[in-house]
């Protein structure tokens, strides 16, 4: 399948630093990619140079065959992008900024923005202005922003941030719906590993300014998760510290942890359970993005 986004050898530095090293990079269409590293690794600054608000000094890029630095216009057309700042104006209404916005956008279509107060859910506060406006109602509005010209590719800087758990739930399962219904790709960076878990198709992990390593969860947890430690909810009652041969040790009431070479062995230790005592769950410790995040960074 033909990238929708291609990146290689690229390099970025702002005066002696160098932010951006070798970068190589691809992205299907419709896909939605986690970008993860820690701070200052250099997520931002790739953002901004696929969006073609700076270049990089060497390195080719292609999104949806145009190259962001020459093309930065065009590119800018078809990709919507939420930051931390969002660029809201906080003594207008929800609704007048995204019509104000909807018009600097060349946004023809009337009903855009009436649609998009009722897919995020602020049509009771659309007269309301934005400065009144909670964390979670801004970022959505935010989104919406991002969307009115219905853009094929969409670029969020920590999305959920500052949001309390049923607003992070709100603005992710729009996004993966959004996703779904128009196809449209999204990169989200994010620090919040097991939200990202939760919708992300792949991810690609920024170390030291190069991608360390990019795939799905399934493709990494083949590449980094050879030994598994699970959990198992049953009523056995380990005599040993060892059965059938595998480290075990009581976890609390019902919950016995093993540590297996590999999850081949997982049907092995279960038949064995299952001849004397039920099991009510199995569940792998250790195989979660943040662990696989961790051993992609080097750390055991
Ligand atoms: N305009 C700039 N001028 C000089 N240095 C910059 C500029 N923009 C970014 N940097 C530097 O580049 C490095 C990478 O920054 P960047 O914001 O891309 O990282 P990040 O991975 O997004 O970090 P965070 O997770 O903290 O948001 C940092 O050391 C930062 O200080």
Same mark, same amino acid.
């Given at each position: 399948?033909?990238?929708?986004?291609?990146?290689?050898?690229?390099?970025?530095?702002?005066?002696?630093?160098?932010?951006?090293?070798?970068?190589?990079?691809?992205?299907?269409?419709?896909e939605i990619v986690g970008l993860l590293g820690p701070n200052g690794a250099g997520k931002t600054?790739f953002i901004?140079? =696929?969006? $073609? +608000?700076?270049?990089?000094?060497?390195?080719?890029? *292609? %999104?949806?065959?145009? /190259?962001?630095?020459?093309?930065? @216009?065009?590119?800018?057309?078809?990709?919507?992008i939420v930051t931390e700042?969002a660029?809201?104006?906080?003594?207008?209404?929800?609704?007048?900024?995204?019509?104000?916005?909807?018009? =600097?956008? $060349? +946004?023809?279509?009337?009903?855009?923005?009436?649609? *998009? %107060?009722?897919?995020? /859910?602020?049509?009771?506060?659309? @007269?309301?202005?934005?400065?009144?406006?909670?964390t979670g109602?801004?970022k959505?509005?935010a989104l919406?922003?991002a969307?009115?010209?219905?853009?094929?590719?969409l670029f969020l800087d920590e999305p959920t941030n500052g949001l309390d758990p049923?607003g992070i739930r709100m603005v992710l399962s729009y996004l993966k719906?959004?996703n779904?219904?128009?196809?449209?790709?999204v990169i989200i960076c994010s620090h919040v590993l097991h939200q990202l878990e939760t919708i992300c198709d792949s991810f690609a992990f920024i170390d030291?300014?190069?991608?360390?390593?990019q795939?799905?969860l399934?493709?990494?947890?083949?590449?980094?998760?050879?030994?598994?430690?699970?959990?198992?909810?049953?009523?056995?009652?380990?005599?040993?510290?060892?059965?059938?041969?595998?480290?075990?040790?009581?976890?609390?009431?019902?919950?016995?942890?093993?540590?297996?070479?590999?999850?081949?062995?997982?049907?092995?230790?279960?038949?064995?359970?299952?001849?004397?005592?039920?099991?009510?769950?199995?569940?792998?410790?250790?195989?979660d993005l943040q662990?696989i995040y961790?051993?992609v960074r080097?750390?055991?």
């Amino acid at each position: 399948m033909t990238s929708f986004i291609k990146v290689e050898g690229l390099y970025k530095s702002f005066g002696q630093q160098t932010v951006l090293e070798n970068v190589n990079f691809r992205v299907k269409k419709g896909e939605i990619v986690g970008l993860l590293g820690p701070n200052g690794a250099g997520k931002t600054t790739f953002i901004r140079i =696929l969006n $073609g +608000v700076i270049k990089p000094e060497k390195g080719s890029i *292609l %999104l949806n065959g145009m /190259d962001p630095a020459s093309r930065g @216009d065009a590119i800018r057309k078809i990709s919507g992008i939420v930051t931390e700042s969002a660029g809201l104006y906080h003594q207008m209404s929800g609704k007048e900024n995204l019509e104000l916005f909807a018009e =600097l956008y $060349g +946004v023809t279509d009337k009903n855009r923005v009436t649609e *998009l %107060l009722d897919l995020f /859910d602020l049509n009771e506060h659309r @007269d309301k202005p934005v400065g009144k406006y909670s964390t979670g109602m801004k970022k959505r509005l935010a989104l919406a922003k991002a969307l009115l010209h219905k853009p094929d590719i969409l670029f969020l800087d920590e999305p959920t941030n500052g949001l309390d758990p049923d607003g992070i739930r709100m603005v992710l399962s729009y996004l993966k719906n959004y996703n779904q219904e128009t196809g449209t790709t999204v990169i989200i960076c994010s620090h919040v590993l097991h939200q990202l878990e939760t919708i992300c198709d792949s991810f690609a992990f920024i170390d030291n300014g190069t991608i360390a390593e990019q795939g799905t969860l399934i493709e990494l947890e083949d590449k980094y998760v050879q030994h598994v430690t699970v959990k198992v909810k049953t009523t056995f009652k380990p005599k040993e510290k060892h059965y059938l041969g595998f480290p075990c040790r009581v976890l609390g009431e019902s919950i016995v942890v093993f540590d297996l070479p590999t999850k081949n062995d997982i049907p092995h230790l279960l038949i064995g359970l299952l001849k004397t005592n039920p099991v009510y769950s199995v569940t792998i410790m250790n195989n979660d993005l943040q662990s696989i995040y961790f051993k992609v960074r080097g750390y055991k």
